[in-house]
């Protein structure tokens, strides 16, 4: 059995150092409060660093389990797509953002994600 563990990145309310959820109340999942979108341009123009010029819109590609939702991005944690990690990498300096690992419950630097992530993908 394998489990995903997931990263949300994007411009979160935090309860002094966490991060704060909540529920819609037709919703059965909790779900981080956004202070702040993360702005469509600066994805849009880290997908055209990484993918070229046929980047339209915030279409990812499926093999980089990368999506929107209201206002963030889910991504896997230890994914091994190396173009995947690129993204997040520069999307995260550009904007500094908050990287917050969900498995764990806390917040993670792009340091110390890029330590394990590097050592995860090798062969």
């Known amino acids: 059995m394998s489990f995903v563990h997931y990263l949300f990145l994007g411009h979160f309310e935090h309860d002094g150092e966490a991060v704060r959820f909540s529920k819609d109340p037709g919703d059965r999942a909790y779900r981080p409060v956004v202070c702040r979108p993360l702005e469509t341009v600066a994805i849009e123009a880290v ?3 990484i993918k070229g010029a046929e980047v339209d819109d915030l279409a990812f590609p499926d093999d980089w389990m990368i999506w929107s939702d209201d206002g963030y991005l ?12 690129d993204f997040v990498a520069r999307l995260v300096g550009r904007t500094r953002c908050d990287i917050y690992d969900v498995g764990a419950h806390h917040d993670i630097t792009l340091h110390d994600w890029l330590a394990v992530t590097h050592s995860y993908a090798k062969p």
Request: hydrophobic share 25%; proline share 0%; aromatic share 6%.
């Open 47 to 49: 997908l055209r660093e």
């Open 74 to 85: 889910v991504c896997e944690k230890y994914t091994r797509n190396q173009e995947a990690i």
